[in-house]
């Protein structure tokens, strides 16, 4: 087998292709956000939590480290990371996952020429699951389908999570994304109650509702290349009444692209597109009527020589946050960057770091916690989680509130 023997399965509709990727309602591997559901995403929101509750205590810690204690993890990390392969460790240790890593092909043996898809199927036979960022698309989905294969002919099969593929998907960025968009409209992160913060905002922004539905989210940068902005909408398109501004270049290379702006507006989305983020809709600033912004770095190692002249003269200054701009945004609106921020550009210089709508820090720590909740729910212990839970909070009233 070689990656050509998938082409036409990946040239299928992507619903089909998710089919091939599910087990009687269960995530079997994580190739791309349009996988997930509504209500398996608030599952595994509600799952995140549970878990970060329970890593309070040494005890819960302890017992969470029993949930996957006889599994071993292999991150094969080939494109650069920082945030995804190091919070994917952290689960993995979280839940008492072994884990192995790999990151510079040239260590393996794909040096002697073995072909990548040998090299997963030899991880496989020492691991449970795999974990994958490579710059190559569609590579991801390949070894799914390689490891569907194999179940088929009854050999061992592993679960495949796409950390990043190209610059088409991060379906687990966006899982985290969304977990935090979720927990910032819980109003519950600053001092004082839920009820008198969240009844506090609601007096000064009357439409105010809790949870992710019936916000507008602004996203800034670079719509093109931005995997992770690609996958975080197609999560966002799940809620209701939901409004999107996109913000960026005037250069097609970083302009949302056209197949995904048509399939949100067929999704029912309010969408508009801006070349700034000072522009106006119907004569209001953008950055007064926004819920959530979602800014992104210029991607430029995926330039091309050209594209490297062309992009390195736009200007860029009216897509940076500045302190100024940001005064101008709601009080509460959360400010996300699935980071690396480019330290050069400054699309959000460190001195917004201090105001409380900067959330980019704590958006990373949840991933930690949302990729936890994804392991769980991939070697099905959810009903164990909860078992845990319960046995720790037996006390608390919370058990009734659970979406298992
Ligand atoms: C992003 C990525 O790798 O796609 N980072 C991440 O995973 N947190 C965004 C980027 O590289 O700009």
Not at 23 to 34: D, M, N, P, Q, Y
Not at 102 to 131: A, G, H, N, Q, W
Not at 221 to 231: A, E, I, P, Q
Not at 259 to 280: C, K, Q, Y
Request: proline share 4%; aromatic share 8%; charged share 30%.
């Amino acid at each position: 087998m070689d990656l050509s023997d998938y082409e036409w399965q990946l040239k299928r509709p992507v619903r089909m292709r998710a089919n091939d990727f599910e087990r009687e309602g269960r995530l079997k591997h994580v190739l791309f956000a349009s996988q997930f559901n509504r209500s398996l995403l608030d599952k595994l929101c509600a799952m995140a939590d549970k878990i970060r509750e329970l890593s309070k205590s040494k005890q819960g810690s302890d017992d969470l480290r029993h949930l996957l204690s006889h599994k071993r993890a292999m991150l094969y990390f080939t494109q650069p990371s920082t945030r995804t392969f190091l919070s994917f460790m952290a689960a993995c240790q979280i839940l008492g996952l072994t884990c192995n890593e790999v990151r510079d092909p040239s260590t393996s043996s794909e040096v002697k020429r073995e072909s990548p898809l040998d090299s997963i199927r030899m991880f496989s036979s020492y691991f449970d699951i795999i974990i994958m960022r490579s710059k190559l698309p569609d590579f991801a989905e390949c070894c799914a389908y390689l490891m569907n294969d194999l179940e088929r002919q009854e050999r061992r099969s592993v679960p495949i999570i796409n950390g990043g593929a190209g610059t088409d998907q991060h379906p687990t960025q966006a899982l985290l994304d969304v977990y935090t968009i979720q927990r910032t409209f819980q109003f519950d992160h600053h001092e004082g109650t839920r009820r008198s913060r969240f009844h506090d905002l609601r007096r000064k922004y009357t439409d105010l509702t809790l949870g992710p539905d019936r916000k507008v989210y602004a996203f800034c940068g670079d719509l093109g290349r931005g995997r992770t902005v690609r996958s975080l909408v197609e999560l966002l398109s799940l809620f209701e009444g939901v409004t999107m501004y996109f913000i960026a270049p005037n250069h097609e290379t970083l302009q949302l692209d056209v197949d995904l702006r048509n399939r949100l507006v067929d999704a029912g989305i309010n969408l508009h597109e801006f070349d700034s983020l000072d522009a106006t809709l119907d004569g209001v600033p953008i950055l007064e009527r926004l819920d959530c912004l979602y800014m992104t770095r210029i991607q430029r190692e995926h330039n091309s020589s050209q594209q490297e002249a062309e992009i390195g003269s736009l200007d860029l200054a009216p897509f940076l946050l500045t302190p100024e701009r940001v005064a101008r945004m709601k009080s509460y609106a959360p400010i996300l960057h699935p980071f690396p921020r480019d330290s050069v550009v400054q699309e959000i210089p460190t001195d917004i770091d201090q105001d409380p709508r900067a959330m980019y820090f704590r958006q990373a720590r949840n991933g930690m916690w949302a990729r936890a909740a994804l392991l769980v729910h991939l070697f099905n212990v959810v009903d164990d989680l909860y078992d845990l839970y319960d046995q720790a909070f037996k006390d608390g009233s919370d058990s009734n509130t659970r979406t298992r």
